[in-house]
């Protein structure tokens, strides 16, 4: 046993391993020498992009590439030199998957950023908001896929996994059930997320209301959506959520809008001069949009009546702030021009109460 693991007794064929050494030098030297020129010349042809976008898809290939074709040299290598093929070509059952599955990746994210910056140039808030949606959802889709896929090659260049998934396909039915129930949310979550991208009932950057949420969307994954609140609290609804059910959606086709403001006054209120004032000054202010500007007496109770004002601006936070405006004005307007409009809670003792006359007792 002992005189096995004698260094003396062990055969090296010295001159094929530096046969096998000097090839794999030279194919590794070629190919890194290839991969400077071609991305030498490829930095000068992107150089002219104006929007460097072309730019951010090369300098993230850089990397998967040069791997890439380092080890395509070694397999050209292998295939002239049989002692350095029966290393490698073990080695290569893994890096060749692997590698083009990171190259794959390396694309869609590179794809995906490269189209996120031409949406910045983009004049049409809505526009870029649905092309924002689609390119996160599908892009997230195409890299689980990637490495799904990447995984399962990988895992087959293992002689036990692809024993064991030879005995799987011979019971396939039993496989296909306990598969497809262990994998019901995952593949739930997966179509829910493209039919988001497809149907676009919500998009990143759309303002909805959502189980008493209102906020922004702010990121769209598979399995759920985060919602960024006016107060910069995140909350986390499931994907499903907005396709099994019905939610508000304030910036669908733009982000124009019409919004209340209701006054509660007294009974004895001038309605006309209230009206009047208020399309003065809504007219005058900067953030109405010229479409909608309306005064109406909605409601009328026994000890006060119901004014409602209805405004519009070319954006949510345009009306939001048009509102507290009008809101703030109207109420100081109503002070100053008539305080007898102002509900007031009013107890009349005509004449007072019989006992209350009564002169007290000393």
């Given at each position: ?170 019971s396939a039915g039993l496989a296909a059930l306990a598969i497809g129930a262990a994998a019901q949310p995952a593949l739930k ?174």
């Amino acid at each position: 046993m002992f005189e096995k693991l004698n260094p003396a007794n062990w055969q090296v064929p010295t001159e094929a391993a530096l046969e096998a050494g000097v090839v794999l030098v030279l194919a590794l030297a070629i190919a890194y020498l290839l991969y400077r020129v071609i991305f030498a010349i490829l930095g000068r042809l992107v150089a002219v992009d104006r929007n460097g976008s072309s730019a951010v898809i090369i300098d993230k290939l850089r990397k998967p590439v040069k791997w890439a074709m380092l080890a395509m040299s070694v397999t050209l290598a292998a295939e002239g030199n049989a002692w350095l093929g029966s290393f490698w070509e073990p080695v290569a059952r893994f890096v060749r998957p692997a590698i083009l599955g990171w190259i794959a990746y390396t694309v869609v994210k590179a794809m995906a950023a490269a189209l996120e910056m031409r949406l910045e140039a983009s004049d049409d808030p809505v526009a870029t908001r649905s092309r924002r949606t689609r390119i996160a959802i599908l892009s997230r889709t195409a890299t689980v896929a990637i490495v799904v896929i990447t995984v399962g090659l990988m895992l087959l260049g293992v002689p036990g996994v692809r024993d064991i998934g030879t005995t799987l396909l011979a019971s396939a039915g039993l496989a296909a059930l306990a598969i497809g129930a262990a994998a019901q949310p995952a593949l739930k979550s997966l179509i829910a997320g493209l039919q988001m991208a497809i149907t676009e009932p919500v998009r990143i950057g759309d303002l909805v209301v959502v189980d008493g949420h209102t906020g922004r969307v702010e990121e769209i994954k598979m399995s759920f959506v985060t919602v960024r609140t006016w107060d910069e609290r995140l909350v986390v609804v499931p994907t499903s959520e907005f396709l099994d059910k019905s939610f508000e959606n304030w910036s669908r086709r733009d982000e124009s809008l019409t919004g209340p403001v209701f006054l509660h006054l007294d009974p004895i209120a001038d309605v006309a001069a209230i009206r009047a004032e208020f399309l003065r000054f809504v007219e005058g202010h900067e953030l109405w949009d010229k479409r909608t500007a309306g005064a109406l007496l909605t409601e009328a109770y026994p000890e006060s009546k119901e004014m409602r004002l209805a405004m519009s601006a070319n954006t949510i936070g345009d009306l939001f702030a048009l509102r507290c405006d009008v809101r703030e004005y109207m109420i100081e307007w109503l002070n100053l021009t008539q305080p007898e409009a102002l509900i007031r809670h009013r107890l009349e003792v005509p004449g007072g109460h019989a006992k209350a006359n009564e002169p007290g007792e000393p």
